[in-house]
DNA sequence: ACCATCTGGATTGTTGACAATATAGCCGAC
DNA sequence: GTCGGCTATATTGTCAACAATCCAGATGGT
């Protein structure tokens, strides 16, 4: 019976306990996190992250650590932490004593990370037919379907792109693969240059988009490993063809 | 001219700078550091992997901080950065506020691991087919024909192994391509369970994996894409089909 | 004996300060 | 003007100390 008023109290910051979780103890970490109980280095790199979607860092940026710092409220221990994780994933560049930088990729590099991309998708999209369910089965048509419904539409190529993303995570999903998946979305995020591809301008790339999200549905359902795998490709290299009609 | 005695002197510890790079001063950097310039973080992580391929450590083990910080001679700063690497390349575990531990795998994320570096590896041998030069092809050619010599060999098993490993160092360098030869190493060292694997007992294995290799030298030779990412594929599944027959 | 509770030590998370290095700007020699 | 060296500042690398948290063992009640 937690009604005990606690008699013998030794140590006086054990009282806050009960008061649920006041968090205007830390100062405030993080920028919005969203995050329940993270660290610093992880918030940190998180939002990182969203700023580099949201364009607000751009390739070839100097990253100062004091400046993240101060930008999110933690001292630099914890931004050190967390550009050595965005280093790991190739996100940031660090040379020592020189600082950190975003990544500036050649189109080589660019193109190297998509494809790498593409065949771990191809191979999740392989494991993803071997055990196809009715339920991931049932979302992933729902998804196409809007897809569809979008090809027409008068909407900003970015919504989209975004839902052929939606498509993908439902196939990584189906895989039941976490580690590939980790790793798909991992190696994408690691081109940033090819962010916010702004592709799927005309209803003809769009129209192809759809074709090939539909054959994988059909594949994925018919459980065909070998062509799960070639359209798991190939709708990664149609996203790709239609970012490079923009921005080449 | 450096003679000057410099006499409006404001900041004493300028002094050193003439005297040629004093290595004395910081405390013996690393255990072994076989780098030059690397940062303490970078070293303690090669060191931490170096630990790791010598069985030192295990998977499972615990990774405590600070006795991290006194083997190599470092504080605990550099430590929790080069623990923020492994983790981002899926070596060990970080639990916030529980700390680090050699990343165990089931049986179903080593193979996880293990595919998606095939696939990668087989992506690399069909850029290396696109771009075979005489002078790889060459270099290839010599690794395969040392490992045949080693079928019959009364050597031990890692000794192949490390062979095969040579022979696919060669065609990540043929690929061209950094980017994706850094993920198949990084991928292939994320599963730490399957490290040494002391496959290639029996001569079966080892003619058949020397098959597989002098398949793939040809397919690059033709500058066959298709067969070379097969292959290279195939001597992946080779590997691990070894390995999975001694430590099942 | 069993259970919850309470310690005290061990370990992680974070910070501010200091040292080492690089960089941009200044100055004088030519 | 241009070049090379010097200096002041900015920035990174490192450390030791403190705070927060977890965990194993002790403690006490039933």
Same mark, same amino acid.
């Given at each position: 019976m937690p009604t005990d008023p606690r008699p013998t109290l030794t140590r006086a910051k054990v009282a806050s306990q009960s008061t649920a979780r006041a968090p205007a103890k830390t100062k405030m970490r993080g920028e919005s996190g969203s995050g329940a109980r993270r660290v610093s280095a992880e918030t940190v790199a998180a939002n990182v992250m969203r700023l580099l979607e949201e364009r607000v860092f751009l390739p070839g940026d100097r990253l100062i650590e004091q400046d993240l710092a101060d930008r999110f409220g933690v001292s630099r221990g914890p931004v050190r932490e967390a550009l050595r994780i965005l280093e790991a994933k190739s996100v940031v560049r660090i040379e020592p004593m020189r600082g950190a930088t975003i990544a500036r990729l050649t189109d080589e590099e660019a193109r190297e990370s998509v494809d790498a991309s593409a065949v771990l998708f191809g191979l999740a999209a392989r494991r993803a037919a071997a055990r196809a369910e009715a339920k991931g089965l049932k979302a992933l048509k729902e998804h196409v379907a809007r897809l569809r419904e979008m090809? %027409?539409?008068?909407?900003?190529?970015k919504a989209f792109f975004r839902q052929t993303l939606r498509c993908g995570r439902v196939v990584l999903e189906m895989s039941g693969s976490p580690r590939i998946a980790k790793l798909v979305v991992d190696v994408r995020f690691g081109?940033?240059?090819?962010?916010?591809?702004? %592709?799927?301008?005309t209803s003809d790339l769009r129209r192809q988009a759809y074709a090939s999200w539909r054959a994988l549905a059909a594949a994925l359902e018919s459980r065909d490993g070998d062509q799960a795998e070639r359209l798991g490709r190939k709708v990664h290299d149609d996203a790709m063809e239609a970012a490079l009609k923009v921005a080449p």
């Amino acid at each position: 019976m937690p009604t005990d008023p606690r008699p013998t109290l030794t140590r006086a910051k054990v009282a806050s306990q009960s008061t649920a979780r006041a968090p205007a103890k830390t100062k405030m970490r993080g920028e919005s996190g969203s995050g329940a109980r993270r660290v610093s280095a992880e918030t940190v790199a998180a939002n990182v992250m969203r700023l580099l979607e949201e364009r607000v860092f751009l390739p070839g940026d100097r990253l100062i650590e004091q400046d993240l710092a101060d930008r999110f409220g933690v001292s630099r221990g914890p931004v050190r932490e967390a550009l050595r994780i965005l280093e790991a994933k190739s996100v940031v560049r660090i040379e020592p004593m020189r600082g950190a930088t975003i990544a500036r990729l050649t189109d080589e590099e660019a193109r190297e990370s998509v494809d790498a991309s593409a065949v771990l998708f191809g191979l999740a999209a392989r494991r993803a037919a071997a055990r196809a369910e009715a339920k991931g089965l049932k979302a992933l048509k729902e998804h196409v379907a809007r897809l569809r419904e979008m090809i %027409g539409l008068e909407i900003e190529p970015k919504a989209f792109f975004r839902q052929t993303l939606r498509c993908g995570r439902v196939v990584l999903e189906m895989s039941g693969s976490p580690r590939i998946a980790k790793l798909v979305v991992d190696v994408r995020f690691g081109a940033p240059d090819y962010y916010g591809p702004l %592709g799927f301008t005309t209803s003809d790339l769009r129209r192809q988009a759809y074709a090939s999200w539909r054959a994988l549905a059909a594949a994925l359902e018919s459980r065909d490993g070998d062509q799960a795998e070639r359209l798991g490709r190939k709708v990664h290299d149609d996203a790709m063809e239609a970012a490079l009609k923009v921005a080449p």
